[in-house]
């Protein structure tokens, strides 16, 4: 009796430590899979999340990363042979958009530059730029702009360019560049950090601190706090972090509305809108 009782209690123990065990060997290949997507190694990554799911298949913080993944990897294949500019644009800036995210960077990089080469916009100029700029590769952001025609360039390019001359110590330039642009009637979130970015690195902590506010009024609440943390541990706002008008700017509050349901900017084409308009 007492023989069968302690081979029952050491099953158990074995179970438990084969769970634990599975679990852990699910994590570490989930890690691997994150430092594989680091490096841009996509297929080795999409090959660590599918183990992990297989080695834990309750887990769905696994199984979304490898089904996205599998998106993104299928996306980059479809890439490579679209012909349609349009379709080409949609599905680059959809890439760009996830190797930002996850910060791989090398393949933002390598997909900018084919972007620019192809399709030769403002846009996909200023991708380029930023791309560098997030790299901390700054003469050649600089370099890049510089090289532009005039139809090439749009604010969004000169602002990167006045941070890259601020960040190269070349703050004359800088201050001259940042001078032609024109953010009082600005709405744009996204251009709205970015010169927050650059009047932090000009000095001008005032209007740094004021585009940054407008910025967050701008965000949309579900975005908010991601935006405000990546302010936080910008470089560009190093020397602001400490002033008063820096921490008031991290408090603002949204003004965009979002739908209760999803989080998304509005009902749109949401086939439960007519009902749960109701609710709100």
Not at 46 to 73: G, S
Not at 143 to 162: E, F, N
Not at 173 to 185: G, H, I, T
Request: aromatic share 6%; with cysteine; proline share 1%.
């Amino acid at each position: 009796m007492r023989r069968t009782a302690l081979l029952i209690l050491a099953m158990a123990v074995m179970v438990s430590v084969a769970s634990v065990a599975t679990a852990a060997t699910g994590e570490a290949l989930f890690k691997k899979g994150n430092t594989l997507l680091e490096e841009g190694d996509l297929e080795g990554a999409y090959k660590a999340y599918v183990e992990a799911v297989q080695n834990d298949e309750e887990n769905e913080a696994y199984r979304q990363q490898a089904t996205m993944l599998r998106q993104v990897i299928r996306m980059r294949k479809q890439l490579a042979r679209e012909t349609d500019n349009e379709l080409y644009s949609h599905f680059a800036l959809a890439l760009r958009s996830f190797y930002h995210e996850h910060e791989v960077f090398g393949e933002a990089l390598a997909l900018d530059k084919a972007a620019f080469k192809r399709l030769s916009t403002p846009e996909s100029a200023a991708n380029l730029a930023e791309t560098h700029l997030l790299m901390n590769e700054n003469k050649a952001a600089i370099a890049l702009i510089d090289g532009l025609s005039d139809s090439h360039r749009s604010m969004r390019s000169q602002v990167y360019l006045a941070t890259a001359l601020a960040r190269t110590d070349q703050m004359e330039r800088a201050k001259s560049v940042a001078a032609a642009l024109d953010f009082s009637e600005e709405e744009d979130a996204g251009l709205l950090f970015d010169g927050a970015c650059m009047f932090a690195r000009l000095g001008n902590t005032e209007k740094a601190c004021a585009a940054l506010t407008k910025c967050f009024k701008q965000t949309p609440p579900s975005l908010l706090d991601g935006g405000k943390k990546y302010a936080m541990q910008c470089a560009d706002f190093a020397s602001i972090k400490d002033d008063a008008r820096f921490k008031g700017a991290l408090g603002t509050k949204s003004t965009i509305k979002e739908s209760k349901c999803s989080g998304g900017s509005g009902c749109g084409n949401c086939p439960s809108r007519s009902s749960c308009s109701k609710k709100k």
